[in-house]
């Protein structure tokens, strides 16, 4: 009987352990902290993941150092949760973990200890790779949380960030400046002559008459139609006059004219 009763109290406790890792603690142990050390204040839909770092800390005067487990809950405010993308990441490869949905919050526990030892000189730091997919876009609020092997939560914080489309991520124009700053350059900045133009300068004068600097057209104008109408009548005249000559009527008419000469009589002697 009382190796039965040990072997029942050891599959409570392993039953146990999980659920003390996928809920928080009701309060942080004295002596030990968790801090963001990279929080990315913005999530862009559709791009690459952001990195997410927790250290945790001590203080406590211990003779030997811990081992850690990282829990990380996420909530989202307008997003899905199918459309969150995390990636444990210790040493640059991926962390094994599990992972456990209530509602509107997802928990997600490493697998096993942290590599690293937290002691009163050393720290152990977490690390999660998040991206977003689809259209919603709202807030994410990502809390970090330091177990100890037991299950139990030495220290937690949280954070809070914003996940925005591709459009709502390109930053915006310049905004334009308000009138009081308008109305400061303006005194500062001197005001310039209105009346700017050097005497004897024709360049300016022409930029503000501008018909003084466009030459007249008409003068030469007239003169290259004139010609052009004379080219065209004497070119009508020849093509006629050609036509006229091949007529054989024309030809025998012509013939039949008098040529105009006559023969002057002769002076008597």
Known sequence: ???????????????????????????????????????????????????????????????????????????????????????????GQTFRVRTQVDDDAASIVDAQLDPGEL??????????????????????????????????????TSTTSRVVTAVAAKPSASPSPSPSET????????????DTTPPGDPTSAAALNPASGTPSVLGPGLIIGAVLVFLGVALLLRIRTRNRKEDPAWQAQTQALPTGFYSMPRRRK
């Open 1 to 91: 009987m009382r190796h039965l009763a040990a072997r029942v109290l050891t599959a409570l406790a392993l039953v146990a352990a999980p659920l003390a890792w996928a809920s928080p603690a009701s309060a942080d142990v004295q002596g030990f902290a968790v801090n963001i050390g990279e929080n990315p204040a913005t999530f862009t839909i559709g791009k690459q993941a952001r990195t997410l770092t927790a250290v945790a800390t001590t203080e406590r005067q211990q003779r030997r150092c811990i081992k850690v487990r990282w829990a990380l809950t996420v909530r989202t405010d307008g997003v899905s949760l199918d459309q969150i993308r995390v990636n444990r990441v210790e040493d």
């Open 183 to 194: 109305a400061t350059e303006e005194e500062t900045e001197p005001v310039a002559d209105t």
């Open 119 to 156: 002691c009163r000189d050393q720290t152990v730091t977490g690390r999660w790779d998040i991206a977003f997919t689809g259209p919603d876009d709202g807030e994410v609020t990502l809390e970090a949380r330091a177990l100890d092997v037991t299950g139990r939560q030495l220290s937690s």
